[in-house]
Nanobody, 116 residues
Framework: QVQLVESGGGLVQAGGSLRLSCAASAYIFSFNAMCWYRQAPGKQRQLVAT???????TYADSVKGRFTISRDNAKNTVFLQMNSLKPEDTAVYYC??????????WGQGTQVTVSS
């Protein structure tokens, strides 16, 4: 069973930065794509950023220019660098991996709180 474990969340003031990590128990090059989602209280889970196995990245409009998704294959880890954070970025952030065999895996989530 593949496990994804997020870390790096916390409390930060508006304008600050955080870097989230998603450590996988399997080689991340076995995933077609790794994604970050977020879910704020009372709202639907939202796709924030995606990185494919060949390094292509996409972002939600709300985070473009502020967030950067990247990966370290040697560490089987995907990162989400979040800069210029806003109170509306407050949410639980989840990592999701889609493997080439069709398996889909989620992490347990990490809380990000941005104070104004």
């Amino acid at each position: 069973q593949v496990q994804l474990v997020e870390s790096g969340g916390g409390l930060v003031q508006a304008g600050g930065s955080l870097r989230l990590s998603c450590a996988a128990s399997a080689y991340i090059f076995s995933f077609n794509a790794m994604c970050w989602y977020r879910q704020a209280p009372g709202k639907q889970r939202q796709l924030v950023a995606t990185i494919t196995s060949i390094g292509m990245t996409t972002y939600a409009d709300s985070v473009k220019g502020r967030f950067t998704i990247s990966r370290d294959n040697a560490k089987n880890t995907v990162f989400l660098q979040m800069n210029s954070l806003k109170p509306e970025d407050t949410a639980v952030y989840y990592c999701r991996g889609i493997r080439r065999d069709g398996g889909v895996y989620w992490g347990q989530g990490t809380q990000v709180t941005v104070s104004s």
